[in-house]
């Protein structure tokens, strides 16, 4: 039976094996050790005439020249790192065969994707030959340094803009993460919030108590989904099926206490033999639950599991197709629409 229980403490929480083994299989999220690497960057490709085989080359270049910078590239902020391109030159060689050589400026922007806003841009060219013009064109983009210290300069003005920017609408930012709470929209509220860098001092301090209401609005609502349906398997005396959703009740949930009466009763209704498996897999729960609490308490879980692990366990106990009432996950709907404006920004 897979197994998984959610708890808090601030900012760790324990995890069952379901949870452990669903953060394992996902893939880390850049580490944010200092305050460069707290703001972040969504490289994305949005100009359509660049070749279809380009785009994730592409994206890949754009994370590696956030990365030299100090930056996060993610995939769900506001501030997007984009480009556009054009070609200034089209040859054909006179080689046998023939080859396509093409030139391509490529201008690369900084800005605020929501409100369509430029923050910083850069402008290079490159040089691509190919047996046909998309692989002439994606050679071009390949032949892009990443390395280019003019790459440097427009992410270190872009940062100044978003620091600038968390720095004048903390409110409304907070605001809007509160917002999101209320709308069961977990995920996407602690994406924002804990997005803020730590350089915005006092925004980031109130953020870090914002994010701590949102987990634990979270759990309260995972506990809640995990009890209900608990109760909806013990009312067909579906022990088995009461137990696997009661393991999802995080010890610290705000129906913690009838989650152990619905436990207290379920057991004293059960014949020997089903006493007997009901009293294992209680051990099993409280082992794991310990095993959890003690490498919580080392540290070992990083606030990216801990999103992951919720969002397993909403996914498990909602009765909605998808598991999203509890939270978006950042497949859907935590990535911003982004509306950049004229051809960019403006």
């Known amino acids: 039976m897979r197994k998984i229980f959610i708890i808090g403490a601030l900012c760790t929480m324990c995890c069952t094996s379901l949870w452990a083994q669903a953060t394992a299989a996902a893939a880390p999220e850049t580490p944010r050790m200092d305050d460069k690497e707290r703001i972040a960057l969504t490289p994305i490709v949005l100009d359509d005439e660049i070749p279809?085989?380009?785009h994730k080359q592409l994206e890949n270049k754009m994370t590696q020249v956030a990365a030299k910078?100090?930056?996060?590239?993610?995939s769900n902020s506001r501030f997007i790192f984009t480009c556009s391109a054009d070609i200034l030159t089209k040859d054909i060689t006179p080689t046998a065969p023939p080859m396509h050589a093409y030139t391509v400026a490529l201008t690369f922007y900084i800005g605020d994707g929501v409100e369509g806003r430029l923050f910083s841009s850069y402008t290079i060219e490159s040089k691509g030959v190919g047996q046909t013009p998309d692989k002439a064109y994606i050679n071009a983009l390949k032949n892009v340094r990443?390395?280019?210290?003019?790459?440097?300069?427009?992410?270190?003005?872009?940062?100044?803009?978003?620091?600038?920017?968390?720095?004048?609408?903390c409110d409304i930012v907070i605001e809007d993460a509160k917002t999101m709470v209320k709308r069961h929209e977990f995920s996407n509220a602690i994406d924002v919030l804990t997005g803020i860098p730590t350089v915005c001092e006092e925004c980031y301090r109130r953020a870090q108590d914002e994010s701590l209401n949102a987990y634990q609005a979270w759990r309260d609502e995972v506990c809640l989904m995990a009890l209900n349906k608990a109760q909806a398997a013990?009312?067909?005396?579906?022990?088995?099926?009461?137990?696997e959703a009661l393991e999802y009740v995080p010890t610290d949930g705000a129906c913690v206490g009838d989650a152990d009466a619905l436990k207290k009763e379920i057991a004293a209704k059960l014949d020997a033999k089903e006493r007997q498996e009901w009293e294992f897999k209680m051990r099993q729960y409280e082992d794991q639950q310990a095993l959890r609490e003690e490498r919580a308490a080392r540290g070992e879980y990083q606030e990216s599991s801990q999103q992951q692990a919720l969002q397993v366990a909403t996914n498990a106990v909602s009765e909605y197709k998808g598991g999203n009432k509890g939270g978006s996950s950042s497949s859907n709907g935590s990535k911003p629409k982004y509306q950049v404006k004229g051809k960019w920004f403006k």
Do not use: H, L, Q
Request: proline share 2%; with cysteine.
């Open 52 to 54: 279809a085989g380009a």
């Open 69 to 74: 910078s100090g930056c996060a590239a993610i």
């Open 146 to 169: 990443t390395n280019d210290p003019g790459f440097k300069a427009m992410v270190d003005k872009g940062k100044k803009e978003i620091i600038a920017y968390y720095n004048t609408n």
């Open 234 to 243: 013990w009312a067909t005396r579906d022990a088995k099926a009461a137990a």
